[in-house]
């Protein structure tokens, strides 16, 4: 690594420090003043610590500017333009990615279809998209800090390697080393709904809150969990399979080998295996499967709402346990399949209020964030942006 990069890890040895940066990266520009409140730090702490990151120009104080009638106080801000990131989305159909400044600005967005997705195509794809990302980067070579990938699964994001993902049909595959090697620049993984968690903290609905879920729809169900301020990753990186919450013994087979998981419940492959159970031909896509539910007529528009329905129950079940368990304060329903949300909504939150238990379903705000692939690689950039300070998401 070059020396441009790498001066957080030795700059910011303490988590306050760390914090400082994060806080000032979110809630911009601030006051020493303000942020010491959010920190809950005195004033002077927080003045004692500024100085290794202001010497170093990752962060920028301004003139004194008027306050109301209080005194004149200068405001803190980060130099955006210090470093840039790559952040990468894989996905099982393509690869996505977007190169962003400090702040998580994104200055060139691309994207790539994948023939298959075996790791060979997919991490090679992801070094031909990166390049491609950073010749649209002004001096790239000189201010790139690393990249973020977001992946489906189990990712040990310690060790750079998804240990299993269904959706991609992945066992234990270095997502860190062959990525590092083909770009000359280090790689930061982790689960992709993680990826989401962060970007909601830092700049959608999950700002200011301590304790939500995103959970995504679409081909898997995932999820991704903050959890006092903490994105909460278990002990080896596998937290948050809510799609892979056993509901149904006896339910049809699943992605990953085992019988009536969520997923094999609720997912896309659900939608469709009912739809063609209900004797409807000619619905092979999930595209395929809105356009029925929503404007087509007789038995086929029946049979396929009743399968949106029959999905979203499944997932309210799933809820209400996330929920029963954690008592969140908000879940964020993301992915691709959220555009259903019209379709599989109203069971989802019927059966999520009827087995959530007590106050739980009441206690919990939800949201529907149909998240572009953008938003995907953006948090996979705010992952290295993270990585880099060492700091929690807040």
């Not at 794809?125 to 001096?139: G, V, Y």
């Not at 346990?321 to 555009?339: F, P, R, S, T, Y």
Request: with cysteine; net charge negative.
């Amino acid at each position: 690594m070059s020396p441009s990069r790498i001066p957080f890890s030795d700059l910011i040895g303490e988590q306050t420090r760390a914090e400082i940066f994060a806080t000032v990266l979110t809630a911009g520009p601030i006051s020493r003043t303000g942020l010491a409140q959010r920190l809950g730090l005195a004033p002077s702490s927080v003045t004692r610590m500024l100085p290794p990151l202001l010497e170093h120009d990752y962060l920028r104080e301004t003139d004194a500017q008027p306050q109301g009638r209080g005194r004149p106080q200068r405001m803190l801000q980060v130099n955006a333009d210090k470093h840039i990131v790559v952040g990468i989305k894989i996905g099982p159909a393509q690869v996505s990615g977007v190169v962003t400044d400090m702040a998580a600005k994104v200055l060139a967005r691309a994207e790539a279809p994948i023939a298959d997705s075996t790791p060979d195509t997919a991490l090679t794809a992801a070094a031909r998209l990166t390049a491609d990302l950073l010749a649209e980067a002004p001096e790239a070579a000189d201010r790139v800090l690393g990249i973020g990938v977001g992946v489906s699964g189990h990712v040990d994001s310690t060790a750079g390697i998804c240990r299993y993902s269904a959706l991609l049909d992945w066992n234990k595959v270095d997502v860190a080393g062959p990525l590092s090697r083909a770009t000359g620049l280090p790689v930061v993984v982790n689960n992709d709904v993680n990826t989401l968690v962060v970007a909601e903290r830092w700049f959608g609905e999950g700002r200011d809150i301590d304790s939500f879920a995103v959970v995504t729809v679409g081909p898997g169900i995932g999820c991704g969990l903050l959890l006092d301020g903490t994105l909460y990753a278990g002990v080896s990186g596998m937290a948050g399979e809510l799609g892979h919450l056993p509901l149904d013994p006896a339910g049809p087979m699943c992605s990953c080998g085992r019988r009536g998981c969520l997923e094999a419940l609720a997912g896309e492959r659900a939608v469709l295996r009912h739809i063609r159970d209900g004797g409807v031909p000619g619905c092979a896509t999930i595209a395929e499967a809105h356009e029925l539910a929503r404007h087509g007529s007789g038995a086929g528009r029946a049979v396929a709402a009743a399968a949106f329905a029959e999905a979203g129950t499944a997932l309210g079940r799933g809820l209400a346990g996330l929920c029963n368990l954690l008592n969140l304060q908000k879940i964020i329903i993301a992915g691709e399949g959220a555009v259903a949300y019209d379709l599989f909504g109203p069971a989802m939150t019927g059966a999520l209020e009827a087995y959530a238990f007590s106050d739980a379903a009441r206690d919990c705000t939800l949201h529907v964030d149909p998240v572009h692939h953008d938003l995907w690689a953006r948090g996979a950039a705010c992952l290295v942006i993270r990585e880099a300070v060492r700091a929690p998401i807040s």
